[in-house]
């Protein structure tokens, strides 16, 4: 009874948002744009973070299906934060390897390049945390799914603070089998490990040393990770507070918030796009 109700909730919070496409994959203009309720949102800043706080789920927006390589992520600077292919140097940025995860990001989270965390002796990547879905299957982009939280490794990419969050999708055949980062070795053999070495080897091929790991690599458990994800909701609302100009946080739901813009005005903003 109890994981059903999880479940429900769930299903209510993530089919509510839909995706809206503007450009073609592969391509600089590519843009996933995510509505809710045939309007655009924001899945930085208007996608609440938790689903069920007590029972430890948690909104994911899935930015990479599993088995692929294009690497596609949110965009801090972009007016309502759409996902759009990372470029470097000019060029689409695509991963040596293909992700053995569906992979993402929690909304309303930010790891603040101002805040030095105490155990891994460096200053936040200035991104969502991000998020590193285990289930079966492949998860297409823009998704916006109800997952458990149940651990983290603190990865170091260049100097800076990048927490990889393990979850699963509350509808996933065995995640009612999975509660703490201990019942990842137990119902899915092998998969810490694929996850760990992935992270920290898919730098390489493009020449670049692997990545490094507070607490000598070691997994974190779900009470860490819960207080790590409550750091940085808390490092998000001051944020989005915030009189900056370099992150976009324009928003529909944030009420105070300095990015408060009313949805006709986002679609004014975006005609166009679509």
Request: aromatic residues 10%; hydrophobic residues 35%; proline residues 6%.
């Amino acid at each position: 009874r109890h994981s059903f109700s999880i479940l429900l909730m769930a299903a209510t919070s993530s089919s509510a948002y839909t995706t809206k496409v503007s450009g073609q994959p592969d391509t600089l203009e590519y843009r996933v744009f995510i509505q809710k309720d045939g309007k655009t949102v924001s899945p930085f800043h208007d996608i609440p973070l938790w689903v069920d706080e007590k029972n430890h789920v948690a909104n994911m927006v899935f930015e990479i299906p599993k088995g692929t390589q294009p690497k596609l992520e949110i965009s801090k600077e972009e007016f309502m934060n759409p996902i759009k292919q990372d470029v470097k140097n000019g060029k689409l940025r695509i991963v040596a390897y293909k992700y053995p995860f569906n992979y993402g990001a929690f909304p309303q989270t930010w790891e603040s390049p101002s805040f030095v965390h105490p155990d891994t002796k460096a200053k936040g990547d200035n991104d969502p945390v991000d998020a590193v879905e285990l289930s079966s299957g492949v998860v297409p982009t823009g998704t916006v799914r109800a997952v458990k939280i149940l651990g983290c490794y603190a990865m170091i990419d260049e100097g800076e603070t990048d927490w990889k969050v393990l979850c699963i999708d509350v509808n996933d055949p065995v995640a009612s089998q999975l509660n703490d980062v201990d019942d990842i070795e137990k119902v899915l053999p092998g998969k810490l490990k694929e996850v760990f070495e992935f992270l920290r080897d898919y730098k390489i091929p493009d020449g670049k040393p692997a990545n490094q790991f507070a607490f000598d690599g070691a997994v974190k458990d779900k009470k860490y990770t819960l207080q790590v994800v409550e750091e940085t909701y808390k490092e998000w609302k001051g944020l989005v507070g915030a009189d900056q100009s370099k992150i976009s946080t324009a928003n529909t739901t944030i009420e105070g918030s300095k990015g408060r813009t009313e949805a006709q005005e986002v679609e004014n903003q975006l005609r166009g796009k679509f």
